[in-house]
């Protein structure tokens, strides 16, 4: 790439999954490359995210398994899960992956630095008391659990510490109405933990199509996860190891582990950006154009510190994207449209595309189909759980736009749904394709009536 004026041709802060693509693709495509990374390696996903996640739902389905099995002739004897072995197993694995990326950054020859960064100029990052220069900037800080400011709120912990906490508690209550306050109040219930899952809105999941919260709200009280909506916690006090949580309505629930999961913010506090002239939003976002290039040119920025869509997958499509635009001759501008993505409840949600509403004031006139039904599984197992499905048809041109499933494996089927919809796929298209029986996704195909 000729003489070099600076040290590195990129230095990227934050070494998770946007980080740790663009620092391997860059440095594949001949760049000399940094990554300073002040935690573990692999970022929220792969420490205190996805993965950890994934794991302690499967663990918290298997006592679904276990009820349901009865149903199919078998005989199970005591059953009682240790906590602290679950999650030292899962610790196994994460540790395991941490050296995975580790020897990847490795091979691709990028320098690995321990330690917060902060730009010291626009072309100068200090990590500790050393500098670094480089040509190229890329801020992949990610994001951080957001905390209100309440009384008592040190007595609460978030998803960050849940993964980590001493013991299983009797009682739960979860702040929040997002997908990870959604997902850890199942997974504390099919632990056998009594969950009480507090929002201040009227009904939880926002952004995801109202058919689907509303019925993942019916399905999560029947197995017993109490819902409280348009509730707030307005202080918090710890009482011989008890958390007493006082409401906005003078209601005072108690609970072993208080645990809020009321947003995430980008980490990008004291990374030194004003001081170089970079913009960020009121809740510290780094804005960023099409290509991830932020307000100084040489400086780009990807994943949930850009707080555009904040998912794995597309943190590592950014991260990509910037690679082939600095190094690769190949200007590119990552794709934000039709992203799948998944809740890990249970039942699991999987969506792509836009909700009914969303399609609704884009297109105007939208063909709904639904269905509801019990799945096969659940005959015999006795389990009363609906299944619901949910597609969105433009009407104009018979194209599907929106996508929806609350069901076992939702995620699973969404995916290979979601190549459907980016390809363009119409309504005649899927019911000309014939499907798989009996399986849940085939009721995708299948669907003639509309609602």
């Excluded at 691709?108 to 960064?117: K, L, T």
């Amino acid at each position: 790439m000729g003489a070099r004026m600076y040290d590195y041709d990129l230095f990227v802060i934050g070494a998770g999954s946007g980080g740790v693509r663009a620092s391997r693709m860059a440095a594949t495509f001949g760049a000399k490359v940094a990554v300073a990374e002040e935690r573990d390696l692999g970022g929220t996903c792969v420490n205190v995210g996805c993965i950890p996640k994934k794991l302690l739902v499967y663990a918290a389905h298997f006592r679904d398994d276990f009820e349901d099995a009865a149903g199919f002739g078998w005989t199970l004897g005591e059953r009682r899960i240790d906590w602290r072995t679950l999650l030292a197993n899962k610790d196994r694995e994460i540790e395991r992956l941490n050296g995975v990326y580790r020897r990847l950054l490795q091979i691709a020859g990028v320098d690995i630095i321990e330690g917060r960064a902060h730009l010291v100029d626009a072309h100068t990052v200090a990590v500790g008391s050393a500098r670094h220069s480089a040509e190229y900037i890329l801020i992949a800080c990610g994001g951080w659990p957001a905390m209100p400011d309440i009384p008592g709120i040190g007595h609460a912990i978030t998803s960050n510490e849940a993964f980590h906490v001493d013991r299983l508690p009797e009682r739960v209550l979860i702040v929040g109405g997002g997908y990870i306050a959604v997902e850890f109040a199942t997974i504390f219930h099919g632990l056998g933990v009594n969950v009480t899952l507090l929002h201040r809105g009227p009904l939880f999941l926002r952004g995801f199509d109202d058919d689907v919260r509303s019925e993942l709200a019916r399905e999560m009280v029947k197995r017993g996860v109490a819902l409280r909506f348009d509730a707030r916690v307005e202080r918090i006090e710890m009482t011989q190891g008890i958390c007493h949580a006082q409401l906005a309505d003078g209601c005072v629930l108690e609970a072993e582990e208080i645990m809020f999961a009321t947003g995430r913010l980008p980490n990008t506090r004291g990374l030194g950006l004003e001081n170089v002239g970079v913009t960020r939003n009121q809740k510290g976002a780094v804005v960023v154009d099409a290509y991830s290039r932020s307000t100084v040119p040489h400086i780009f920025a990807v994943g949930d510190c850009t707080d555009r869509l904040n998912l794995t997958p597309v943190a590592i499509a950014e991260g990509q994207a910037v690679a082939e635009t600095l190094f690769h001759n190949n200007p590119t501008a990552p794709d934000h449209t039709n992203v799948p993505t998944a809740v890990f409840s249970y039942p699991n949600i999987g969506s792509v595309g836009l909700t009914e509403a969303a399609a609704r004031t884009r297109y105007g006139t939208v063909d709904v189909y639904t269905s509801t039904f019990r799945p096969l599984k659940h005959t015999l197992s006795g389990r009363d759980e609906r299944t619901f499905l949910k597609l969105v048809v433009d009407a104009a041109t018979d194209r599907v736009v929106g996508c929806h499933m609350l069901g076992p494996d939702a995620g699973e089927v969404i995916q290979g749904f979601a190549v459907a919809l980016k390809c363009g796929a119409t309504k005649a298209q899927f019911d000309a394709t014939i499907g798989i029986h009996p399986t849940i996704a085939e009721e995708f195909v299948t669907m003639r009536q509309k609602r």
